[in-house]
């Protein structure tokens, strides 16, 4: 009998997929696998960072409460726990607010390499994108494609019809990241792009699932979620 799992431990993967360890690492620190680890009970605090037109990026929060369940870990934070054994983060990824942190006791969490999972969803996410299931197919980068007014593009899996001033700023973080220079700054592409909100968020609540086309590095730089 196959025990039906919300989550799959790295070694589980490995044998899925019949890759490397040093595979799976490439793919979490180049932030194209997204790895969690499991929590009880634990404070936490979502909120979004917006940018002073001084230029200073301060977070608002929005959510606070004791989670159980999954946090998704940074590209950073994995890299880390993969070249020294362990990281102490109280930062992490969350699908609805541009943070997700530990406030209160315990102010941080230590990880170490054998607390790190995948989550089904994550899996099947990369697996879709990829067309990858093992050794002899190899995993692909998740792709980019866009109308030529940018209107209609898709990100991965992920396919999304914009307005004009959303399309304007995917349009210009496509350029930015064709240039070599994939992270810009929020606030100077919302500008460019006419906005009269200078909150990425704001700008695209209209989508739903707009994180995954847009990842923001949490100091106000934002970049496309693909290559």
Excluded at 17 to 42: H, M, P, T
Excluded at 84 to 108: C, K, Q, W
């Amino acid at each position: 009998m196959e025990i039906e799992k919300a989550y799959f431990t790295l070694p589980e993967i490995l044998d899925r997929w019949s890759i490397s360890e040093a595979d799976l690492i490439y793919l979490a620190e180049n932030d194209k696998l997204r790895l969690s680890v499991r929590v009880f009970g634990v404070p936490v605090e979502l909120g979004d960072y917006e940018e002073s037109p001084e230029g200073e990026v301060f977070s608002i929060p929005s959510e606070r409460g004791y989670y159980e369940g999954l946090l998704e870990l940074h590209a950073r934070d994995a890299y880390w726990v993969f070249r020294s054994g362990m990281v102490i983060t109280n930062h992490f990824r969350s699908e609805n607010a541009d943070y997700a942190s530990l406030y209160g006791e315990p102010a941080n969490l230590t990880i170490g390499k054998d607390d790190l999972l995948l989550k089904r969803i994550e899996r099947d996410r990369f697996e879709a994108e990829t067309g990858f299931s093992g050794a002899e197919s190899g995993p692909q980068l998740p792709t980019f494609s866009a109308s030529p007014d940018y209107h209609e593009v898709r990100c991965g899996g992920h396919q999304f019809r914009l307005g004009p001033i959303q399309a304007q700023v995917v349009r210009a973080l496509h350029e930015a990241a064709r240039r070599g220079e994939a992270w810009q700054s929020g606030k100077a592409i919302l500008s460019a792009a006419g906005s009269k909100s200078l909150k990425m968020s704001d700008v695209f609540k209209s989508q739903k699932q707009w994180r995954s086309l847009i990842e923001s590095n949490g100091r106000g730089n934002y970049r496309l979620n693909c290559g």
